[in-house]
């Protein structure tokens, strides 16, 4: 039971290029979420599925889009990177999409935007 | 805007004491509460759960609920260098979405 995997561990971007964050989970969750993680601004929601198939908008949206390609996979695309985006990005799981219960989170990523 | 407040720290505490963490939160409806742990360049880890006012403990952690105050706080019993992390607080966001809030978390050293 792996959990909740993400891919790359570690990335560097110019200005300018696109890349996607990967990320499956194996514990059949409904709910899955990006978050970002910047030193002294804690953890803000960018997107998250509350279900297969269905996708909203978190706290700070802007600049990127997701793709929940099935139950399993969830994924965070930088269209044109910027600088204010290096941060560390961390996806997570829940098993329900009513309510609130625990989240899982991946390793993260690690991107830098030069 | 719903909000999580938590003492950024650092705080530091001598091995084998006890650490106290607080949190507050704005929202009156919450009715779960969650503690993670995380640990310098590594993922946020649940380490507690509590949804009904009082006590929850787990070896030697006790979390503690008051709802009425709108106050969640975290002890940590025998300190131990092991447990030197930031620890970040988390309330829902709205009351059926499965969304969490986190604070900005507290920093605690434990010292040997």
């Known amino acids: 039971n792996a959990g909740v995997t993400q891919t790359p561990k570690f990335q560097v971007l110019k200005t300018g290029q696109s890349m996607t964050l990967q990320c499956a989970q194996d514990?059949?969750?409904?709910?899955m979420y990006w978050y970002r993680q910047d030193p002294g601004m804690g953890l803000r929601l960018i997107y998250y599925?509350?279900?297969?198939?269905?996708?909203d908008k978190g706290e700070v949206p802007n600049g990127y889009n997701v793709s929940r390609l099935n139950k399993r996979e969830f994924s965070l695309r930088l269209e044109s990177a910027a600088p204010s985006q290096t941060s560390v990005y961390f996806c997570?799981?829940?098993?329900?999409?009513?309510?609130?219960?625990?989240?899982?989170f991946g390793p993260g990523t690690r991107l830098t935007v030069l | 805007q719903k909000e999580v407040e938590q003492n950024s720290g650092p705080l530091s505490v001598p091995e084998g004491a006890i650490a106290s963490l607080n949190c507050t939160y704005s929202?009156?409806?919450?009715?779960?509460f969650f503690w993670y742990r995380q640990y310098s360049g590594k993922s946020p880890e649940l380490i507690m759960s509590?949804?009904?006012?009082g006590d929850k403990e787990d070896g030697r952690f006790t979390a503690q609920l008051n709802k009425a105050s709108q106050y969640v706080s975290l002890l940590i019993r025998d300190s131990q260098p092991s447990d030197s992390a930031t620890y970040l607080c988390?309330?829902?966001?709205?009351?059926?979405?499965?969304?969490?809030?986190f604070g900005q978390g507290t920093t605690l050293q434990v010292k040997p």
């Open positions: 997570a799981s829940s098993a329900t999409s009513g309510g609130a219960t625990e989240q899982f």
């Open positions: 514990m059949n969750h409904n709910s």
């Open positions: 599925s509350a279900s297969e198939g269905t996708t």
């Open positions: 929202d009156r409806v919450s009715q779960s």
């Open positions: 509590i949804y009904s006012n």
């Open positions: 988390a309330v829902p966001l709205g009351s059926n979405t499965g969304k969490l809030i």
